[in-house]
């Protein structure tokens, strides 16, 4: 059988989450569902990045120490992933015996392969971002020195471990040609390989002057470089170092899922560490986009961070599902507001798909004694709708292998809108009086469309469609993707369960 492996970015712990997390948590839901219903077997890994200086200052500043303030808002975390309903096979915490296990070793087999050395670090770090720049990345005002993102630096000036990462600049640029779909999209790719040929320094991965993080092994004053411990997470997951063969194969499977501002540590230090150690690389980093609110940067300081369980208490889990996932791109950036929100919702989900389900079923209840007229055959006059419909299981699947969700979703919802049409075209309630039996067939091709829409809109909207299929009374072992064709279609005199709204409509 098939395998994937899915993994979200482990979330730094100095804060609640926000839109961000849930974004990156929903995408990687979305694929395992997905893939799940395609009877691969699926891992799906998240969980939370709890050492570093950033978070011991945040600790500090809540007057905690760092153990007890973790352990506090690693839950919110693992809440946010409740509240997401969200099918993960694995919830890792840095802080875990397991991950620090993995983590040293991951550390000694970088050591015995000759591939880090001791010696003295002298340079601009950011705190925001655990990163080390150089000068020339950087932008000066009065003497301090910024990032592109506005971050102020410090200078840090302190022994150190580093990594031989400048070895690693050939080799990953043949990589990254011999791979052209190892980063994606294609443009973080080409951004990745114009780093890369701007020369790579050796890499510190070792600090002494704070104390949060993986002792070093026989060198208890240096704490680990955040960033490697955060990366061998992926590993943990599957047992590193004890890596079997079918852990190993779905590492080859792994599909990493991340922000763009996260790019430069998944697309050039992870897969130099990874060659380091003689480890395969996963086969895909994704890089998505970063959403705005109302045009602004989203941050704590400016007050319009977007609380995702607020969103979904107000307008549910799937209406927030969809709106992130149908309204940019993978990749793209987006701009969320709540008037956009609300449009999206409304006229997708509540008119499209809501009303369209709610008048037909109430209709069938109401005429027909809530039983399918007909079973659908290829012979009735409208069967190509049926055969659009049963395409789109192809249609969607070579879209999602592809990780084009949102274009994934438009098809669907494009079906959708001609069923609508074929609705106000074929104007069954109208036909009932004077042909019975002709409103009968275009009312049963639409209950098949229902059955076909319920089944592949589950990992994208799981609440609704499985709201969907109850309504059409299928049975939840004949709720896979390739129970999409005629051969499995509604039978005739298939009894309906009670009408139901399945999403209200909103005031902008
Ligand atoms: N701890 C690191 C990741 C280590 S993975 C080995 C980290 N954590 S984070 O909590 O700061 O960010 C987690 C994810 O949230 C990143 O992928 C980041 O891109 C994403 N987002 C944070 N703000 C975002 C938006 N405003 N929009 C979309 N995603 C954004 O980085």
């Not at 500090?60 to 969200?86: A, W």
């Not at 397991?98 to 601009?124: C, M, P, T, V």
């Not at 994606?184 to 949060?212: A, C, H, Q, Y």
């Not at 899922?257 to 430069?264: A, V």
Request: one cysteine or more; a neutral charge; hydrophobic letters at 35%.
């Amino acid at each position: 059988m098939n395998k994937i492996y899915i993994t979200t970015p482990i979330f730094y712990v100095n804060d609640l989450p926000h839109i961000g997390h849930a974004y990156t948590t929903i995408i990687c839901d979305t694929l395992a569902k997905y893939f799940k219903n395609k009877k691969f077997n699926v891992r799906f890994t998240t969980g939370t990045d709890e050492h570093g200086l950033k978070v011991e200052k945040a600790a500090n500043l809540k007057n905690k120490d760092p153990k007890s303030f973790v352990d506090v808002v690693s839950k919110n975390f693992r809440e946010l992933g409740i509240k997401l309903e969200i099918s993960n096979s694995d919830f890792i915490r840095t802080t875990e015996e397991r991950h620090k296990k993995s983590a040293i070793s991951f550390w000694n087999k970088l050591q015995e392969n000759d591939q880090i050395y001791l010696s003295d670090y002298k340079g601009w770090y950011s705190i925001k971002d655990e990163s080390f720049y150089q000068e020339k990345e950087l932008s000066k005002v009065n003497n301090n020195f910024f990032t592109v993102d506005g971050e102020k630096v410090e200078w840090i000036q302190e022994e150190s471990y580093f990594f031989k990462l400048s070895n690693f600049q050939q080799k990953l640029l043949d990589y990254y040609d011999e791979n052209p779909n190892f980063i994606k999209p294609k443009s973080r790719m080409n951004e990745v390989k114009s780093f890369v040929k701007s020369g790579l320094k050796d890499l510190s991965i070792s600090r002494t002057s704070f104390n949060w993080g993986i002792k070093i092994p026989k060198k208890s004053n240096h704490i680990m470089y955040v960033w490697i411990d955060a990366l061998t997470n992926y590993l943990t997951s599957l047992g590193y170092p004890n890596f079997n063969k079918d852990e190993l194969e779905y590492w080859q499977e792994c599909i990493h899922i991340i922000g763009k501002d996260i790019l430069k540590f998944h697309g050039i230090y992870w897969p130099a560490m990874l060659m380091a150690a003689d480890l395969p690389l996963p086969k895909t980093i994704f890089a998505h986009g970063w959403w705005t609110n109302e045009g602004k940067k989203i941050s704590k300081s400016l007050g319009n961070t977007i609380d995702p369980i607020e969103m979904i208490e107000k307008y549910g889990l799937d209406q927030f599902r969809y709106f992130l996932l149908r309204e940019v791109p993978l990749g793209n950036d987006g701009d969320f507001s709540e008037r956009a929100f609300i449009s999206r919702i409304n006229s997708d989900l509540s008119n499209n798909l809501g009303n369209l389900i709610q008048r037909v079923t109430k209709f069938i209840q109401k005429n027909y004694d809530n039983r399918v007229p007909v079973k659908v055959s290829l012979d009735l006059n409208n069967y190509s709708f049926l055969e659009e419909g049963y395409n789109l299981v192809t249609k969607i699947d070579v879209l999602m292998k592809n990780l084009e969700i949102s274009k994934s979703l438009e098809e669907i919802f494009l079906y959708i809108n001609n069923l609508n049409k074929f609705m106000d075209t074929s104007e069954p309630w109208k036909t009932f009086k004077v042909n019975p039996e002709k409103a009968g067939e275009s009312l049963s091709i639409l209950i098949e469309s229902f059955r076909i829409i319920g089944i592949i809109l589950q990992p994208f909207i799981p609440v609704a469609s499985s709201k969907i299929l109850d309504i059409l009374n299928i049975d939840k072992l004949d709720r896979n993707f390739d129970c999409i064709n005629v051969d499995n279609s509604i039978k005739k005199n298939h009894k309906l369960k009670e009408p139901l709204a399945i999403f209200p409509r909103y005031e902008s």
